[in-house]
């Protein structure tokens, strides 16, 4: 597409190649200036009439582009379960357009392709199939590549491949991969973005599912496992998250419209209470940590409009406040020895994709992933949930079980 002409006259479109012409004839050293004698009026006119044509085209090419993009945005992340082969078709059609466009206007190097290529491989990873898996990889790979060239390995959108490419490991098998992956990703978003964007609370919920399912899997063995640690670790970063939200201004608003953030609430206030009493942290700052998720409860916003919370916020917050003091109270340490004896509910597997079951947390007689006879209904979420009282009386389950959508693949 031609670019505006300048003010004045001759240079845009066909009124350009006037000034050349009236130039090669002899005439014109004005003509390269106004676009040729005779060329620079009517002729730059029409140049620049052509010049604009051109640049309305290509804005309305963009603008394309970018709504095919966004679509497949949608189609990607936001899906039922059931609708999964349809809604991914729609994301690649719409893909292919957003991608003929870019590649022709802005080539394979610029930012918005590259977006583009991105959601990309993550169609290919929920297409849950090993042909598709290797195109992913392979489509990873050379997404890096460009980006480090372009950008470098430190921005935000090289996050977002890395963070992809450790959910592909995640489906692989290749844990020890994912693992530095994921590491990789939260620390990399926590310096270039804080702890208050949603981008690095997806990373720090990555890490907490992937951890505490690994936890399950080891959780006969004794506590001092470095998979408990590491747990731990992972529970504290995702609490200070929480209390971040709870406390900032606009925080609650931000809490709000953060899924990751109320999946971490789902589970942290549960999970961290059996870590405790096992003695996974010191005495002092079990009791601690256990005062500021009470005191943290009580300050979130409700986001299911459907539950009454304030009870439930209670009722949960009293559970955590009690266990402190029982923690700095007690003549022995720690309160209970791991694994417990209740411990025996089993989680269901991984699929034959290899995903991470299903986020449930226990009731406090049988703690740490142990599954519900139940599930309650969550004062955070919108659909099914697994809150459960700390006196392990569950709420009462919705009228109408609403669908519920899963937690987008990446990000």
Known sequence: AARPPPAGGGGGGDGGGGGTTRRRAGRGSRGSVGGGEGGGGEGGEAGGERGSEGEELRAARKEAAAAHYTLAGFFT????????????????????????????????????TLCSELVRAQVLLLRNTSSEYDKCEELLESQLTLCEEVLSLRHPL??????????????????????????????????ALGLDHEDTHRSAMDVYARRRYAAYLHRHERISSPVFSAFASAVETCLEMVQRAAGLPHGKEGFALSKSLQSMSELL????????????????QAASLLRTAAATALQLPCTNPRVHTAALFKDLAD????????????????????????????????????????VVVGV?????????????????????????????????????????LPIPPAA
């Open 77 to 112: 992340y936001h899906h039922r379960r059931t609708d999964l082969g349809e809604t991914l078709s729609l994301a690649r059609a719409h893909l292919e357009k957003a991608l003929s466009l870019q590649r022709g206007m802005l080539g394979e190097r610029h930012v918005a």
């Open 364 to 404: 406090a007689a049988a703690p740490l992933l142990a599954q519900p006879t139940q599930p309650a209904l969550n004062p955070w979420q919108g659909g099914p949930a697994f809150f459960i009282h700390p006196n392990g009386a569950a709420a009462p389950p919705p009228q109408q079980p609403q669908q519920q």
């Open 269 to 284: 206030f549960n999970d961290m209470q059996p870590l405790a009493e096992a003695g996974i942290w010191p005495r002092a």
């Open 319 to 358: 559970g955590l406040g009690k266990l402190a003091a029982d923690v700095e109270a007690s003549p022995t340490w720690p309160l209970k020895e791991w694994p417990f004896d209740t411990h025996a509910a089993a989680l269901p597997q991984p699929g034959a994709a290899g995903q991470l079951p299903g």
């Open 158 to 191: 090289a996050a977002k491949m890395l963070a992809v490419k450790a959910r592909l490991c995640i489906k692989l098998h290749r844990e020890h991969e994912c693992e530095e992956l994921q590491q990789r990703v939260l620390t990399m978003r926590r310096s």
